[in-house]
């Protein structure tokens, strides 16, 4: 036993936690890097005999950080199960829920789990790198700001959604509660706060980015040729709630643009006998095992995906922002994996103008919230874009509507080869004759950190924060140094 | 920070993380929190190792908040060793007390999670029929994953419980409750369920005026197909609202989106099966002959009833949905 002890803090692999396993050669360079994810809960099969109101009250327990995220694609699928469309005012309804739920869950990325690597710094002492930290680097203003922009969009998605952390309001056909007056005036208000405080963020992060931490996010280390995906509007615009699913070649020319109802056409999942994580791959390009290109069916998702597949954001404030981002990285694609970061601010700024041109409509305040379903029911798929990347619903149900089959593609999983691929080109690149830096832990933490990744969604089991446990082992296979973040 | 704060930990296991967020989302409040406790463990936020907790002595901690089922045996490790350094174990969340949602897998085994996870999928291309491995040789060397059970439990089923506190998941008013009645100089007995009411959901519901002393109803309906008046009692209306069996404390949340309670606070004092409570309250609001058809047709509306009334309290119900399983293989 004593040659295969593995000094795995119990901590990390209790809850299943990111782990990543560094093997080196002999020279103690890295042979291959492995990042597992070790926790599945099951939801698929579970939801079997359910009835099929029940599902958006289910999923979002897949995940407590982005349940609104699978109780919209939930809510959709019943309307595609039963074919019902929801009324006008409860589309907005849905879209306004979802645009509050995107701004407040970027936010939270931003500021309190990725900014404190770029607003305090990569290898500014541990103990500072947290949003405590970032309040103490730019002021007790800012981190107020931050905590009341928040809270104040999940007080409005608790009086719209019902809950925040596992919204109920969600039927076929529509939505259960009709917004008042009062609330709309409320957030009318608010929203320019919000569209100020996304500018703000926008002008802080990009300073940064371009001269700071330019060396940094346009690494090599940090970089990979991939597949791009993401849901369009009518005009190829990003959209969260709806649209076609639209992938790009790494190249940047358009690969496909489907209706998800064809996605098993295009989506296939690979298995990996080392991790939990079924990881998805474009099924006509193939998978080609843990490399980029254009021959590799490996892709990506969330902000940076969605910006590269998409022709421009819906708002003005966001339109400009994308312009000036790709001109900052030289065109479409942008294939820096830290660039995600400023994907999402330029998301956060459309979610902010989107819920103030929601909230401007004098018809969301309609009681014309529901179309009751006249149709039996038979199979039901939808997508939404999840904070995290592409995520599908799809139900299979007998006539009464009792829950037969159901398929979850999850945001992350889309993700999970190219996170791998990350870690393992992070590790090579920053592990060189042995030679282990304390600061590795962090600068491979960003490798995977830019995705944003949720494994709750990711394997249907684990929370959105992942503690990170690094294993370097010898070529003999012995673990001769753990790195950990918690 | 003073000597004389009480320890707290707060831990999570099979879980969503929404008990996370709700603790975060008692916003600038958590710094009120940290003016009467110190947090020493909490890995979503705080810097500490499982190795420090080892070097605590026994019932160092004053009382450590675990979220989520018990899934996988490193859980049942940890939750062991909080257990030998904690005074007060309290379970937060509907997972922890109740199983949660997570434990409905419990109708099924690990075996056939597995086949449609990582074979029957329609998605997943997988010719090998590759499965996770707890051990796995790889090209340069061996790695590892904790085993999965075939069974979710309730942290009570693993170790000694001393408070509950429920909710999927608990308010942040329900929280401060909780920690508030922790650290007052009469602690409540042992067992209890704390920081929430010790009344029904109905009590806090804004509809509860419309609703009579004694519903009666003829039939169920499905919320899929039914349109809701806002304004009346869903129960009136024929939805199955768990509501009068509910434990409150959670500000009848749901009703206050129009829709109806799903019990995720558990039962009231006294109950000690909260499905059987329920199925039993919904069959005294039907008023129907007591003919076989004629109740078939008025429950015909409920097809699934371990989904409604044990949502989130199957592995602690007095069923435990076990399956027979054919060959071994149970923890």
């Known amino acids: 036993m004593s040659d295969k002890v593995i000094v795995v803090d119990p901590i990390t692999r209790l809850e299943g936690h990111g782990k990543i396993t560094i093997f080196l050669d002999e020279a103690g360079n890295v042979k291959r890097a492995y990042f597992q994810i070790p926790e599945l809960r099951g939801f698929e099969i579970f939801c079997r005999g359910r009835i099929a109101e029940d599902m958006p009250i289910i999923t979002p327990r897949i995940c407590g950080v982005c349940p609104t995220a699978h109780h919209t694609a939930s809510t959709k699928t019943l309307d595609d199960l039963y074919k019902v469309k929801p009324t006008p005012t409860a589309e907005k309804l849905r879209r306004l829920m979802y645009n509050l739920f995107m701004f407040e869950d970027h936010v939270l990325h931003i500021y309190v789990l990725a900014g404190p690597d770029f607003i305090v710094g990569p290898k500014a002492p541990k103990a500072e790198r947290n949003i405590f930290g970032i309040i103490k680097k730019v002021g007790k203003e800012v981190g107020l700001k931050v905590i009341g922009a928040r809270k104040k969009a999940r007080e409005f998605m608790t009086i719209i959604g019902g809950k925040t952390i596992h919204p109920v309001f969600g039927l076929p056909g529509g939505v259960s509660k009709q917004l008042s007056e009062e609330t709309r005036k409320q957030l009318l208000e608010w929203a320019d706060e919000a569209i100020e405080f996304a500018k703000f963020t926008h002008d802080l992060f990009k300073k940064l980015f371009l001269e700071e931490y330019k060396d940094l996010v346009f690494s090599d280390a940090y970089m990979h040729k991939t597949y791009y995906m993401g849901l369009v509007d009518e005009h190829n615009k990003v ?9 790009v070649n790494p190249k940047g020319n358009e690969y496909a643009k489907f209706d998800v109802h064809q996605y098993l056409d295009y989506l296939g999942e690979h298995v990996e006998p080392w991790t939990f994580v079924r990881m998805t791959f474009l099924k006509k390009v193939g998978w080609k095992g843990f490399v980029d290109g254009e021959d590799s069916g ?8 969605r910006l590269n597949a998409a022709d421009g954001m819906k708002t003005p404030i966001a339109q400009e922002a994308y312009e000036e981002f790709f001109e900052a990285f030289g065109g479409r694609p942008v294939h820096y994996t830290l660039a995600m970061h400023w994907a999402r601010i330029v998301e956060t700024i459309q979610a902010a103008e989107r819920i103030k041109e929601l909230a401007s409509d004098p018809d ?5 919230i529901r179309n009751i379903p006249t149709e039996k029911p038979s199979v039901g798929m939808a997508v939404v874009e999840a904070p995290r990347g592409t995520l599908i619903h799809h139900y299979e149900t007998d006539e009464n509507g009792i829950i037969q089959k159901v398929n979850l593609i999850v945001a992350t999983q889309n993700n999970a080869a190219r996170i791998c691929l990350s870690i393992d080109k992070a590790a090579r690149s920053l592990i060189k004759n042995g030679q282990v830096d304390e600061g590795l832990l962090n600068m491979v933490e960003m490798a995977f950190r830019a995705y944003d990744p949720c494994h709750a969604c990711a394997t249907h089991s684990l929370p959105g924060s992942i503690p990170l446990v690094i294993e370097i082992r010898n070529s003999k296979g012995k673990v001769i140094k753990e790195l950990r973040n918690t | 920070m003073s000597k004389e ?6 831990y999570w296991c099979a879980s969503c993380g929404g008990c996370e967020e709700a603790v975060v989302d008692l916003a600038e409040e958590v710094l009120k929190v940290i003016e009467l406790v110190d947090i020493v463990f909490w890995p979503v936020a705080v810097d500490t190792k499982r190795e420090d907790i080892e070097k605590m002595a026994d019932g160092e901690i004053f009382a450590s908040f675990i979220n989520g089922a018990i899934r996988l045996s490193e859980q049942e490790d940890m939750v062991k060793l909080l257990r030998r350094k904690s005074k007060f174990i309290i379970a937060y969340g509907s997972c922890s007390y109740m199983g949660g949602i997570p434990a409905l897998a419990n109708m099924w085994n690990r ?7 990582y074979s ?18 790889v090209k340069e060397g061996e790695l590892e994953l904790p085993l999965f059970y075939n069974t979710v439990r309730t942290l009570d089923q693993v170790i000694e419980v001393d408070y509950y506190v429920p909710g999927c998941p608990p308010t942040p008013q329900v929280t401060k409750n909780a920690l508030l009645a922790l650290l007052s100089d009469e602690l409540p007995p042992k067992g209890s369920v704390i920081g929430a009411l010790s009344k029904s959901v109905c009590e806090e519901c804004p509809l509860n005026e419309t609703k009579p002393d004694k519903v009666l109803i003829d039939s169920f309906k499905r919320l899929a197909v039914t349109k809701i008046d806002p304004e009346k009692c869903l129960l009136l209306q024929g939805i199955p609202c768990l509501g009068p069996v509910t434990r409150g404390g959670c500000g009848a949340l749901c009703p206050n989106g129009k829709m109806p309670c799903t019990g995720c606070f558990g039962p009231l004092d006294g109950v000690l099966d909260y499905g059987g409570k329920a199925i039993s309250f919904l069959a005294s609001i039907l008023d129907v002959p007591p003919e076989e058809d004629a109740v078939l047709k008025a429950i015909e509306n409920l097809p699934d009833p371990v989904g409604l009334v044990y949502k989130y309290s199957l592995a602690r119900s007095l069923l435990r949905g076990r399956i027979i399983k054919k060959g071994g293989g149970s923890e």
């Open chain 1, 298 to 305: 490996i892709l990506c998702v969330a902000p940076l995906a």
């Open chain 2, 120 to 137: 029957e999928s329609p998605t997943v291309m997988n010719p090998d029929k590759t499965t996770p491995k707890t051990k796995i040789e």
């Open chain 1, 239 to 247: 959209d969260f709630y709806d649209g076609k699913i639209r992938i």
């Open chain 2, 111 to 117: 075996e056939t999670i597995f086949n449609w996870v």
């Open chain 2, 5 to 10: 704060k009480p320890k707290v930990a707060f």
């Open chain 1, 364 to 368: 969301i305040t309609s009681p014309d």
